[in-house]
């Protein structure tokens, strides 16, 4: 019997590592719209602050616009 060397016989593509900066970047914009979301239903659905509820559906279009760019970064 012949020996296979295991590592000629298959090869392991690993992705390039992203850079720490725009990994960081990445998580902190998803946690912000995270953030936004959340206050943007929390100013929907309070009766008593009017600015708040006049600016919650805003709020929460701008949270879940920064969430989707980000988590495509």
């Known amino acids: ?3 296979v060397d295991v590592k000629s016989a298959v ?3 690993v992705a390039p590592r992203r850079s720490s ?4 970047i990445r998580v902190w914009s998803e946690r912000l719209g995270i953030v936004l979301i959340a206050l943007g239903i929390v100013g929907l659905i309070q009766p008593w602050v009017q600015d708040f509820f006049t600016n ?5 279009l ?3 616009l ?4 980000a988590s495509h970064l």
């Open 1 to 3: 019997m012949s020996q």
């Open 21 to 24: 900066v725009r990994t960081t």
């Open 11 to 13: 090869q392991v593509h």
């Open 66 to 69: 920064v969430f989707i760019v």
């Open 62 to 64: 701008v949270g879940t």
């Open 56 to 60: 919650g559906f805003t709020v929460l």
